[in-house]
C-alpha cells in the first residue's frame, strides 16, 4: 500500500542560505580598521581570516564552549588573530577595533536577506509547515533574524551554542525533530553545507535539500546528491517540495 508524504516541518540554516553578509569579511575588517588608522589590504584580511577561523574551530569547536570560552571571547580571538596575520601588531589599537567588529557583526545592518528568502518562508507557512533554524551560530542569530524580519517565520530556533552540538552532529537535528514533535520521514532541512546541511540532516532520515547558487558544481556533490535535491535558487523549494510529496511512499 502506497500513501502521499505530507512533511510537516522544515528546518533551515541561515548564513548563505537566508542570509548574507552585506560586504565580504575582507572589506569590512579593512574599512573598520581604517577608521581606527590602521590600513590593511582587503585581500590579506581576507586571507587571513580563513586561516584564523579554521585554526580557531580546529582548536576549540563550536566556539570554545567545553574549553570554557565564551562566543564573544571566542570571536574577538579570531579578529584579533586575523589582524596578527596580516601584518598588525599593535595590540592596543586591536583590541578596541575587535570590540567593534563583533559589535558591528551583531548588527542586523551588517547582514542582507538573500533574494527569495522571505518570500518562500511565507510560502511555507500558506502550507501549515513548521519552520524551525538550526544553524552553526552563535547567541547573536536571534537578534539579527528579529532585526532582519525573517525571526517571526520560525516556530524555534536551535544554534549550536546554545544546544553544545554543531551541525552535522545529529543531536542537534534530533532536537529540532523533539521540538517540532514530528518524525524524521515527514522532515526536511534545507543548507548550503553538503556535509553539514545535506548529509547532517538525511543521516538522521530528514529529507533534504541543497542550496548550490548560480556556480558550477562541486564535483563530489554533482555525483552524489540528487538533482531533484538541489536548488540554484530559494524560489526552487517549492516546486522541489510538491514533487517531493507526490512521490508516492510505501507503508
Known amino acids: 500500500m502506497a500513501h502521499r508524504l505530507r512533511l510537516q516541518l522544515l528546518t533551515w540554516d541561515v548564513k548563505d542560505t537566508l542570509l548574507r553578509l552585506r560586504r565580504p569579511v575582507g ?7 581604517k577608521a581606527y588608522g590602521l590600513e590593511v589590504e582587503a585581500g590579506a584580511l581576507r586571507e587571513a581570516f580563513g586561516k584564523a577561523y579554521r585554526a580557531q574551530n580546529l582548536s576549540f569547536p563550536n566556539y570554545g564552549l567545553s574549553h570554557g570560552l565564551t562566543s564573544r571571547q571566542w570571536w574577538l580571538d579570531v579578529v584579533l588573530q586575523t589582524f596578527h596575520l596580516a601584518g598588525v601588531l599593535d595590540a ?7 570590540e567593534q567588529l563583533y559589535e558591528d557583526f551583531s548588527s542586523p545592518c551588517t547582514w542582507q536577506v538573500l533574494d527569495g528568502a522571505e518570500a518562500t518562508l511565507m510560502m511555507c507557512r500558506k502550507r501549515s509547515l513548521k519552520l524551525a533554524v538550526v544553524s552553526n551560530f552563535d547567541q547573536r542569530l536571534e537578534n539579527i ?3 532582519l524580519g525573517l525571526r517571526e517565520h520560525f516556530d524555534f530556533v536551535l544554534t549550536s551554542e546554545a544546544t553544545g552540538w554543531p551541525k552535522p552532529d545529529p ?8 521540538l517540532g514533535q514530528v518524525e524524521p520521514a515527514v522532515s526536511a532541512h534545507i543548507g548550503d553545507n553538503y556535509r553539514r546541511d545535506y548529509q547532517g540532516a538525511r543521516a538522521v532520515g530528514m529529507h533534504s535539500f541543497l542550496v548550490v547558487g548560480s556556480g558550477s558544481l562541486d564535483p563530489v556533490v554533482r555525483d552524489s546528491v540528487p538533482q531533484e535535491h538541489i536548488l540554484s535558487a530559494l524560489p526552487q523549494l517549492l516546486p522541489a517540495l510538491d514533487r517531493l510529496e507526490g512521490s508516492p511512499t510505501k507503508v
Do not use: D, N, V
Not at 572589506?27 to 580598521?33: C, L, S, V
Not at 592596543?92 to 575587535?98: E, F, G, I, S, V
Not at 543531536?171 to 523533539?178: K, P, Q, S, Y
Open 145 to 147: 533574524l528579529m532585526g
Open 27 to 33: 572589506e569590512e575588517y579593512a574599512t573598520k580598521a
Open 92 to 98: 592596543q589599537a586591536l583590541t578596541p577595533l575587535a
Open 171 to 178: 543531536r542537534i537535528f534530533h532536537e529540532a525533530l523533539r
